[in-house]
């Protein structure tokens, strides 16, 4: 239990800013909405988000940066999946808090 009845430590306090930090754009929320518990590849991404590929590879270095994302290699291809599933928790609760919104 962290001290002082904190509910977090210093630890689990900057591992969870660096990934709201990494969720804090509209672009980078969508994509970790699309990716949800399967793997998809770059190209992929921008096809079904609709913007640059080079827009999109800046979000996903930023959010593999920060932990929030993995990636895989195969050939050419770049795949990109979330890095912890529990990510889907969280997603959910923001569609959650402001689906009145």
């Known amino acids: 239990?962290?001290?002082h009845d904190e509910i977090m430590d210093h630890?689990?306090?900057n591992g969870a800013s660096r990934a709201m930090k990494a969720m804090s754009h509209p672009l980078r929320?969508?994509?970790l909405c699309l990716l949800g518990e399967?793997?998809?590849s770059v190209q992929d991404i921008v096809d079904q988000v609709g913007?640059?590929?080079s827009n999109i590879s800046q979000h996903?270095?930023?959010m593999r940066e920060k932990g929030v994302l993995r990636t895989r290699r195969d050939a050419n291809r770049i795949y990109y999946?979330?890095?912890d599933v529990r990510m889907l928790?969280?997603?959910v609760h923001v569609r959650d808090l402001f689906s009145g919104f």
């Open 1 to 3: 239990m962290p001290e």
């Open 11 to 13: 630890r689990q306090i």
């Open 29 to 31: 929320l969508r994509i």
């Open 38 to 40: 399967q793997e998809v």
């Open 51 to 53: 913007t640059t590929q």
């Open 60 to 62: 996903l270095a930023l």
């Open 81 to 83: 999946r979330l890095s």
């Open 89 to 91: 928790q969280i997603l």
